[in-house]
Every structure is written in structure tokens, then in C-alpha cells.
């Protein structure tokens, strides 16, 4: 088995480099609209480092008026820097933060389809969405979907039961997502049948609450490594999790069938693989589905160390599907580093580690050197556990989305 304790190691990194730190607390607004403006109580920054040396900013020019067309929004899509969204029910006053990738086959005459990326704990958007090995945006380009990357409050988002301060403090992530979206379609011409939830960890957890608190809006969800976080499911780190009473989220009872697919590791460290099947069960159960399942299509293809199964008699145009990689870790499949950022992080992280291994490169030798000699390899294995040999998470979760409309 894997050791832990470089987790705890890896969270530090994380931590010092993922939040933007530019999301603050502010008076509610009495507008009972919401607005997204550049001036809504973010300190604008062109992108400079902040204190652990880390790129940060919220784009200064607001969000552009009139029609969107191909591009990024703010600019540079793999920047630290954010349109801001105020003003939303249940943030608290807070003032949050989301970019937009528009592909560069979008006309407004033809509405796009549009997936919501969802980052994992101690990450932010860039740092998930956008890495090398997950490429969102890349898909986005292939395929001509829009993009949509929200940006979690101090790296976290309200699943329920899992993870980190959005849920302790039960911050309302699914009316988030709809005021992000009502912008959007403000801007861009959007198809409301193809609406696409994706994510990875804590933002798996986020995929699945929108699958049950906002099926009205979304077509289809493709968790990895996350499961529905209600106390009937357990799991997770609090409210919920324990049975304080703390969670908002106690049941899924969604309001119309939501198409599923699961992937998760049978060896994940952070999120039990015997959360799958029960997460499963109640979402073929919300889907009308038969508790019977095969390997056959529209489950994705098997093979290597990878099983994908589906239920059977789901409701009309509805799919649940579940794909385990036998030794898997918690790792967003396919990707290098396992859709932890690595590159990012490590490389901004040399200075956040300063103080602790002796700054910059020798610093992250320090740690390199503390794992033997696997270097990043090394630790990204000893943080998350194994990677896939055939599942392409990015690949599926789009073909799964792609097979999907209401």
C-alpha cells in the first residue's frame, strides 16, 4: 500500500498556490439580481505573485458587454486571472470567481453545448482544468463546446459531505452555478438541452450535488474520484460525513433524470471505492433504471485495467454508467500527473516551500529526495496512487456527453 503522509505535504504545496486569495467577504448586496462586475469588492491585479509566490489576479476590466465570440474570458485561459460574480443567493456577500473558453469554431447562430469543470481540493480551476493531461480546453476546441471553469471558494466547493471551508460553511454552489450560467447565456448562445457537469475529487462531489439539486439544468454529470455527498452514502469530511447536522445537503431527490458516469479507482486512498457501488445504486434508483447492469455499449469500452458497465432499463435517452480501474488511485485518468496540476504546483510551489525545504529548486529536490528516486513521478504516485493504463478520462467523460441531450 502506499503511504500517506506526503499528502499532508502535497496539501501545504497546494495550498500555498492554488487560491487566488483575491475572494473576500463583502456587504450582501440589496439588488436581489446578481451582478458581475470588476469593481465588486475584488482587488484587480494584472496577474502579479502573491505572498507564497504564487500567480493571482481577477481581471480589472470586468465582464465584457454584448456578444461573446471565439476566445477567453477574461484573456489567457490558463491565467490566474478571474471574472468576478457577485451578489449570488447563499455566497454569504462573497464575491466569486469563474473564466470562459469560447472555441474557435463558435457562431452565434448555432447554440454549443457547454461543460462546467470542477477542480479537486487544495486546486483551482487553471490548475485542474486547464492541465496538460486533462485539457478541457483543448476538448473544447476539438469538439466546440464552451468551457466554463468556476473557481472554488479557498479551493473548495459545497459537495455535502466532502471537503474543505465551501462545505463548512454551506456556501450555496449550485445557485452559483446557475447565476454563472444565466451570465453566460447573456453573452453567448448557449444550448440549453447539452448542459454538462465534470470534476475531479471535491469537485466530483460538486458534479453529482448539481445532478441531484439542479437536474432541471443539467443534461448529464461525469464524476471521477467523488460520490454523492449525503449521509445515506457517508464518506467525505464533515457535516454530512459525521451526522453533526452541519451539511445542507441530506438527500438527493432530483426533479428529472440526470445521465451518469462514474469513474473511479479501486486502490483511491482519499475516497473509498466502496462509495461507487452505493452512489451508483441511488442514482440507476433517481434514473428509473433496473439494478441490473452489462458491459456493453453505451457504457464506455473495457479493457486494460479498466471494467465500464451500465445500467439497464434506464428512462429514455438516459444513461448510468460506471467505469473501475482495478489499482487505480486518486487520479483523474489519463493524465501524467493524475489531474493533480503537479507541474504547476511544484514549479510555483518552490517558494511556498521555502522556509520548509530551503526554497526554489533544491527545495523541491529536498522533497524529490524524501521520496527516493521516482522524483515528481514519485511523489505524484505516493500522493494519489497509480494511474490508468487504458482510461482516458477526458476522452470518455466527452463521448459520454456527446451521446447525451434533453
Given at each position: 500500500?502506499?503511504?500517506?503522509?506526503?499528502?499532508?505535504?502535497?496539501?501545504?504545496?497546494?495550498?500555498?498556490?492554488?487560491?487566488?486569495?483575491?475572494?473576500?467577504?463583502?456587504?450582501?448586496?440589496?439588488?436581489?439580481?446578481v451582478?458581475?462586475?470588476?469593481?465588486g469588492?475584488?482587488?484587480?491585479?494584472?496577474?502579479?505573485?502573491?505572498?507564497?509566490?504564487c500567480?493571482?489576479?481577477?481581471?480589472?476590466?470586468?465582464?465584457?458587454?454584448?456578444?461573446?465570440?471565439?476566445?477567453?474570458?477574461?484573456?489567457?485561459?490558463?491565467?490566474?486571472?478571474w471574472?468576478?460574480?457577485?451578489?449570488?443567493?447563499?455566497?454569504?456577500?462573497?464575491?466569486r470567481?469563474?473564466?470562459?473558453?469560447?472555441?474557435?469554431?463558435?457562431?452565434?447562430s448555432?447554440?454549443?453545448?457547454?461543460?462546467?469543470?470542477?477542480?479537486?481540493?487544495?486546486?483551482?480551476?487553471?490548475?485542474?482544468?486547464?492541465?496538460?493531461?486533462?485539457?478541457?480546453?483543448?476538448?473544447?476546441?476539438?469538439?466546440?463546446?464552451?468551457?466554463?471553469?468556476?473557481?472554488?471558494y479557498?479551493?473548495?466547493?459545497?459537495?455535502?459531505?466532502?471537503?474543505?471551508?465551501?462545505a463548512?460553511?454551506?456556501?450555496?454552489?449550485v445557485?452559483?452555478?446557475?447565476?454563472?450560467?444565466?451570465?453566460?447565456?447573456?453573452?453567448?448562445?448557449?444550448?440549453?438541452?447539452?448542459?454538462?457537469?465534470?470534476?475531479y475529487?471535491?469537485?466530483a462531489?460538486?458534479?453529482?450535488?448539481?445532478?441531484?439539486?439542479?437536474?432541471?439544468?443539467?443534461?448529464?454529470?461525469?464524476?471521477?474520484?467523488?460520490?454523492?455527498?449525503?449521509?445515506?452514502i457517508?464518506?467525505?469530511?464533515?457535516?454530512?460525513?459525521?451526522?453533526?447536522?452541519?451539511?445542507?445537503?441530506?438527500?438527493?431527490?432530483?426533479?428529472?433524470?440526470?445521465?451518469?458516469?462514474?469513474?473511479?479507482?479501486?486502490?483511491?486512498?482519499?475516497?473509498?471505492?466502496?462509495?461507487?457501488?452505493?452512489?451508483?445504486?441511488?442514482?440507476?434508483?433517481?434514473?428509473?433504471?433496473?439494478?441490473t447492469t452489462?458491459?456493453?455499449?453505451?457504457?464506455?469500452?473495457?479493457?486494460?485495467?479498466?471494467?465500464?458497465?451500465?445500467?439497464?432499463?434506464?428512462?429514455s435517452?438516459?444513461?448510468?454508467?460506471?467505469?473501475?480501474?482495478?489499482?487505480?488511485?486518486?487520479?483523474w485518468?489519463?493524465?501524467?500527473?493524475?489531474?493533480?496540476?503537479?507541474?504547476?504546483?511544484?514549479?510555483?510551489?518552490?517558494?511556498?516551500?521555502?522556509?520548509?525545504?530551503?526554497?526554489?529548486?533544491?527545495?523541491?529536490?529536498?522533497?524529490?529526495?524524501?521520496?527516493?528516486?521516482?522524483?515528481i513521478d514519485?511523489?505524484?504516485?505516493?500522493?494519489v496512487?497509480?494511474?490508468?493504463?487504458?482510461?482516458?478520462?477526458?476522452?470518455?467523460?466527452?463521448?459520454?456527453?456527446?451521446r447525451?441531450?434533453?
Amino acid at each position: 500500500m502506499k503511504t500517506k503522509w506526503p499528502w499532508t505535504l502535497s496539501v501545504l504545496v497546494v495550498a500555498a498556490c492554488g487560491s487566488s486569495g483575491s475572494e473576500n467577504h463583502e456587504t450582501p448586496s440589496s439588488d436581489a439580481g446578481v451582478t458581475a462586475r470588476g469593481d465588486g469588492g475584488v482587488e484587480a491585479s494584472d496577474g502579479g505573485l502573491n505572498d507564497a509566490g504564487c500567480a493571482t489576479g481577477t481581471y480589472d476590466g470586468g465582464v465584457p458587454p454584448g456578444p461573446w465570440g471565439a476566445g477567453d474570458y477574461p484573456p489567457g485561459i490558463t491565467a490566474q486571472t478571474w471574472l468576478p460574480i457577485s451578489g449570488v443567493q447563499g455566497q454569504q456577500g462573497l464575491t466569486r470567481q469563474y473564466k470562459v473558453h469560447v472555441p474557435p469554431g463558435y457562431t452565434a447562430s448555432a447554440a454549443a453545448p457547454i461543460v462546467f469543470c470542477f477542480h479537486g481540493l487544495d486546486q483551482d480551476g487553471v490548475a485542474f482544468c486547464t492541465d496538460s493531461g486533462v485539457g478541457w480546453n483543448t476538448k473544447s476546441d476539438q469538439e466546440g463546446f464552451v468551457l466554463v471553469i468556476p473557481n472554488g471558494y479557498q479551493q473548495s466547493w459545497n459537495g455535502g459531505s466532502c471537503c474543505g471551508t465551501a462545505a463548512s460553511m454551506n456556501l450555496d454552489d449550485v445557485s452559483l452555478v446557475r447565476a454563472i450560467f444565466a451570465e453566460v447565456t447573456q453573452h453567448v448562445s448557449i444550448d440549453s438541452k447539452r448542459v454538462y457537469a465534470t470534476g475531479y475529487s471535491t469537485g466530483a462531489y460538486m458534479s453529482y450535488r448539481l445532478a441531484c439539486e439542479a437536474s432541471d439544468l443539467v443534461t448529464a454529470v461525469a464524476p471521477s474520484a467523488g460520490e454523492i455527498g449525503i449521509p445515506s452514502i457517508g464518506g467525505g469530511t464533515g457535516g454530512a460525513a459525521t451526522g453533526d447536522g452541519g451539511s445542507d445537503f441530506p438527500a438527493c431527490t432530483p426533479s428529472q433524470p440526470v445521465s451518469v458516469l462514474d469513474i473511479h479507482g479501486t486502490s483511491d486512498m482519499l475516497i473509498p471505492y466502496s462509495l461507487q457501488p452505493k452512489t451508483l445504486a441511488l442514482a440507476a434508483m433517481n434514473d428509473g433504471c433496473s439494478t441490473t447492469t452489462a458491459a456493453s455499449p453505451p457504457a464506455p469500452p473495457s479493457g486494460g485495467d479498466t471494467t465500464c458497465v451500465t445500467y439497464t432499463g434506464c428512462a429514455s435517452g438516459i444513461e448510468v454508467s460506471a467505469c473501475s480501474i482495478q489499482g487505480g488511485g486518486h487520479c483523474w485518468f489519463g493524465s501524467p500527473d493524475c489531474g493533480t496540476g503537479a507541474a504547476e504546483v511544484l514549479c510555483s510551489g518552490g517558494a511556498g516551500l521555502g522556509g520548509l525545504l530551503g526554497g526554489g529548486a533544491s527545495g523541491l529536490g529536498a522533497l524529490a529526495g524524501l521520496l527516493g528516486d521516482g522524483g515528481i513521478d514519485g511523489i505524484i504516485s505516493s500522493i494519489v496512487g497509480n494511474n490508468s493504463n487504458y482510461m482516458k478520462n477526458t476522452d470518455q467523460a466527452w463521448a459520454f456527453f456527446s451521446r447525451h441531450s434533453r
